[in-house]
């Protein structure tokens, strides 16, 4: 697969300027390659334009992902992670996030569950208002 280097700070390219890429289609180091993760690259994008539309240089930003995947009725699982911009890469934040535990409980694992579904209307949402 290949993908576009950017200003990980902007998410503009390294080749044009002027022109800002995220998700699959950028390369983001330690990021996944996810809608979630393409969601806060956009927040990230939005801020880096504006800023520079004002003329001002952005703060260092923080970078979200999260994901859901339901296995069964009462049976999900998640994964999530805050990132950091280090030098030119972004990393994970050292304990901000984590995976379910494989020894959840079936009301952990259900509770899951409902996460799940609350994420995605949350996440439609934001997308598409």
């Excluded at 300027?17 to 996944?32: L, Q, R, S, Y």
């Excluded at 390659?33 to 504006?50: E, F, T």
């Excluded at 379910?100 to 899951?112: G, L, N, Q, V």
């Amino acid at each position: 697969m290949c993908s576009c280097s950017v200003d990980k700070k902007s998410f503009e390219s390294t080749l044009q300027e002027h022109i800002h890429v995220i998700g699959d289609a950028c390369t983001a180091t330690k990021m996944p390659k996810s809608g979630y993760a393409a969601n806060s690259q956009a927040k990230i994008c939005a801020i880096a334009v504006v800023a520079s539309l004002q003329g001002k240089e952005m703060g260092t930003p923080s970078y979200l992902n999260t994901c859901y995947s339901i296995i069964g009725d009462d049976y999900g699982v998640s994964v999530a992670a805050v990132y950091r911009l280090q030098g030119d890469v972004i990393t994970p934040v050292k304990g901000a996030g984590g995976l379910t535990p494989m020894d959840a409980s079936a009301e952990d694992r259900k509770r899951e569950v409902f996460y799940a579904y609350s994420w995605f209307k949350n996440i439609t949402h934001d997308i598409f208002g």
